[in-house]
């Protein structure tokens, strides 16, 4: 086990290298939603360019930087700075990091960021009047950008926007409730979270189940599994009712993966644990608190033989996974 500090403020979005040796985080300042959207939901503003003079930009809690770092010593290998984004996530094969400015900036609307972790360049890659982006999943091939926000100067209404980035254009939107979205392994069906899950192939719903989850993950056979701050449950799209459900320990669940062989799934809390568990009968095998403080990220290595979780202050946990 080992353990070290970044100068990330919360770190998310916790990927290794494919050769297993470094890290790659995104760090995020610590906002407070609930204050913005209170302040959005009352005010009248009188047009973008007012909009930046009207509230604190640190209630969004930004993304600020993306670092690279060596899982033996801790040392950081590589940093990049963001321009302030309220969402940001690493492209499949680590090459570049996209990201929404904030919407101070912005004024609301998309402005979608390239940023090449090679050359350090950055780019507006596509804008467009689309609801204030919440989160973000591509699909392993680095196709699709599925774009999930809640629009707060247009209907009021949660949408998952489709983005084709090979060719710039979007895709029909999606109509749902969301806190989370997860592309399958795939590509080819996207699960949301809300107040229920969802699972959709284009445009169409394909399964659903009850229940509010805050984070999904997908297996590598298919099923698809969801966590909120009591239970863990696991289906297939072809299943009416869920195959398995169980209780989560220690606080409620923040983020959720599997394991590349399947036979892991790990949970981090809100309380700073992370716990082990077998997907298959839906036990748990265990569950540890290093003491980084709220788990916002989770990874396996290729090999599938380590996890690393990211929480505050910068802090990374790296351990070996017990086979």
């Given at each position: 086990?080992?353990?070290?500090?970044?100068?990330?403020?919360e770190?998310?979005?916790l990927?290794?290298?494919?050769?297993?040796?470094?890290?790659?985080?995104?760090?995020?300042?610590?906002?407070?939603?609930?204050?913005?959207?209170?302040?959005?939901?009352?005010?009248?503003?009188?047009?973008?360019?007012?909009?930046?003079?009207?509230?604190?930009?640190?209630?969004?809690?930004?993304y600020?930087?993306?670092?690279?770092?060596?899982?033996?010593?801790?040392?950081?290998v590589?940093?990049?700075?963001?321009?302030g984004?309220?969402?940001?996530?690493?492209?499949?094969?680590?090459?570049?990091?996209?990201?929404?400015?904030?919407?101070?900036?912005?004024?609301?609307?998309?402005?979608?960021?390239?940023?090449?972790?090679?050359?350090?360049?950055?780019?507006?890659?596509?804008?467009?009047?689309?609801?204030?982006?919440?989160?973000?999943?591509?699909?392993?091939?680095?196709?699709?950008?599925?774009?999930?926000?809640?629009?707060?100067?247009?209907?009021?209404r949660?949408y998952?926007?489709r983005?084709?980035?090979?060719?710039k254009?979007?895709?029909d939107?999606?109509?749902v409730?969301?806190?989370?979205?997860?592309?399958?392994?795939?590509?080819?069906?996207?699960?949301?979270?809300?107040?229920?899950?969802?699972?959709?192939y284009g445009?169409?719903?394909?399964?659903?189940?009850?229940?509010?989850?805050?984070?999904?993950?997908?297996?590598?056979?298919?099923?698809?599994?969801?966590?909120?701050?009591?239970?863990?449950?696991?289906?297939?799209?072809?299943?009416?009712?869920?195959?398995?459900?169980?209780?989560?320990?220690?606080?409620?669940?923040?983020?959720?993966?599997?394991s590349?062989?399947?036979?892991?799934?790990?949970?981090?809390?809100?309380?700073?644990?992370?716990?082990?568990?077998?997907?298959?009968?839906g036990?748990v095998?265990?569950?540890?608190?290093?003491?980084?403080?709220?788990?916002?990220?989770?990874?396996?290595?290729?090999?599938?033989?380590?996890?690393?979780?990211?929480?505050?202050?910068?802090?990374?946990?790296?351990?070996?996974?017990?086979?």
């Amino acid at each position: 086990m080992r353990q070290f500090n970044t100068p990330a403020g919360e770190v998310r979005s916790l990927r290794f290298a494919p050769d297993g040796r470094s890290l790659y985080l995104l760090s995020k300042d610590s906002g407070d939603w609930r204050r913005l959207s209170a302040h959005l939901s009352k005010r009248q503003f009188d047009g973008p360019e007012k909009l930046a003079d009207q509230f604190d930009e640190s209630w969004l809690g930004l993304y600020r930087n993306a670092y690279r770092v060596d899982v033996s010593s801790g040392a950081v290998v590589g940093e990049w700075q963001l321009d302030g984004s309220e969402v940001a996530i690493f492209a499949p094969g680590l090459c570049s990091v996209y990201h929404s400015v904030s919407v101070a900036v912005a004024g609301g609307e998309l402005d979608l960021r390239r940023l090449d972790l090679q050359s350090g360049r950055q780019n507006v890659f596509y804008q467009a009047d689309v609801p204030y982006p919440r989160c973000l999943s591509f699909t392993p091939n680095g196709h699709i950008l599925a774009i999930g926000g809640y629009h707060h100067f247009g209907d009021h209404r949660e949408y998952v926007h489709r983005l084709d980035v090979w060719h710039k254009t979007e895709l029909d939107t999606i109509q749902v409730d969301l806190s989370c979205l997860a592309y399958s392994l795939d590509g080819r069906l996207l699960a949301t979270g809300g107040q229920e899950v969802q699972v959709w192939y284009g445009r169409k719903s394909i399964a659903r189940w009850t229940g509010y989850a805050g984070s999904v993950a997908w297996s590598p056979d298919g099923r698809l599994a969801w966590a909120n701050e009591k239970s863990v449950t696991i289906a297939h799209p072809t299943t009416v009712e869920p195959l398995l459900t169980w209780d989560v320990p220690h606080g409620e669940a923040s983020v959720l993966v599997f394991s590349a062989c399947g036979r892991f799934l790990v949970t981090g809390s809100t309380r700073g644990s992370c716990t082990i568990h077998d997907p298959n009968a839906g036990a748990v095998r265990g569950t540890f608190d290093w003491g980084i403080g709220h788990v916002h990220s989770i990874t396996f290595s290729p090999d599938g033989l380590t996890c690393a979780a990211g929480g505050e202050n910068g802090r990374v946990i790296v351990w070996d996974v017990d086979g």
